[in-house]
C-alpha cells in the first residue's frame, strides 16, 4: 500500500501563486508515474499534469507556463508550485500515484482545496 497526504491548499486573490505538497509513504516501490488531479463539484477528476519515474513532467494546456511540478525523491514528495492562479483553478486538487503493474492511478491523497478568487 502507498499512503499519499497533501498539503498547500487556501485561498488566493487571481494573480496570486500556491504550492501544494504531497508526501508519498509506504510501498514505493510499485508505483512509477505521480500526478495531480483536480475536481469541481458536479464534474469527474480530471488530471492536471503527472510526472514520470524518469523524472519526465507533462501538463494539461490550461496550465502550461503557470504550474510546475517537481520532486524531492530523498523526501519522496512532490510539489506543484501554482503561479498567476486563475478562479478556473478553483478545485479540490488531489495527489495520486500509479501502480506500474496495473497501469492505472489508484492510490489517492486526501485532496486539498484551491479557491480562487476573482
Known amino acids: 500500500q502507498v499512503q499519499l497526504v497533501e498539503s498547500g491548499g487556501g485561498l488566493v486573490q487571481a494573480g496570486g501563486s500556491l504550492r501544494l505538497s504531497c508526501a508519498a509513504s509506504?510501498?514505493?516501490?510499485?508505483?512509477?508515474?505521480m500526478a495531480w488531479y483536480r475536481q469541481t463539484p458536479g464534474n469527474q477528476r480530471k488530471i492536471v499534469t503527472h510526472i514520470t519515474r524518469d523524472g519526465n513532467t507533462y501538463y494539461q494546456d490550461s496550465v502550461k507556463g503557470r504550474f510546475t511540478l517537481s520532486r524531492d525523491s530523498a523526501k519522496n514528495t512532490i510539489y506543484l508550485q501554482m503561479n498567476s492562479l486563475k478562479p478556473e483553478d478553483t478545485a479540490v486538487y488531489y495527489c495520486?500515484?500509479?501502480?506500474?503493474?496495473?497501469?492505472?492511478?489508484?492510490?489517492w491523497g486526501q485532496g486539498t482545496q484551491v479557491t480562487v478568487s476573482s
Open positions: 509506504g510501498s514505493l516501490n510499485s508505483i512509477d508515474d
Open positions: 495520486a500515484a500509479r501502480h506500474y503493474l496495473r497501469g492505472i492511478y489508484d492510490y
